[in-house]
């Protein structure tokens, strides 16, 4: 219920469903996720993005400046297990998102977070088109 209802939040905010989608795209990939890789390139392409921004998000890139700010920021998030910079946090200011909207990306990825972590730990059976992380290098 707890998890339902933080999404529905976050769906109300001020991030278009897009960027959302986006965010979950580069956060599977930063935690390897294949179930959320599968379930968030589904969705995305219902939110309309294209099969290259699906594979680019997954690399926190974007053809958007902003976009991709807010990628880079939700990846560094995660890898610095949320001890980001200011030098990070001017970054995406930088890029035009509110004190809000960071708010609202920092959000995402904890959310993200929690179903990666969740689908990895059950070993949750993919019933969307698989999509596979890339591993580390």
């Known amino acids: 219920e707890g998890y339902l209802q933080f999404g529905a939040a976050l769906g109300k905010g001020a991030l278009r469903a897009g960027l959302r989608e986006q ?7 930063a935690n390897e996720c294949d179930y959320c890789l599968s379930a968030h390139s589904a969705l995305g392409r219902m939110a309309g993005l ?4 699906l594979t680019a998000s997954r690399d926190a890139s974007a053809g958007d400046p902003k976009t991709e700010a807010a990628l880079q920021f939700a990846v560094a998030v ?5 001890a980001v910079s200011d030098a990070q946090f ?8 509110t004190d809000g909207e960071i ?4 959000a995402h990825v ?28």
């Open 90 to 97: 001017a970054a995406v200011r930088a890029a035009g998102f």
């Open 50 to 53: 294209s099969a290259d921004e």
């Open 103 to 106: 708010a609202e990306i920092l």
């Open 78 to 82: 995660v890898a610095a297990r949320g």
């Open 23 to 29: 965010i979950a795209l580069a956060v599977a990939q």
């Open 110 to 137: 904890a959310l993200n977070v929690f179903t990666n972590y969740f689908n990895k730990a059950a070993l949750t059976v993919v019933d969307f088109p698989v999509v596979h992380a890339r591993k580390a290098a």
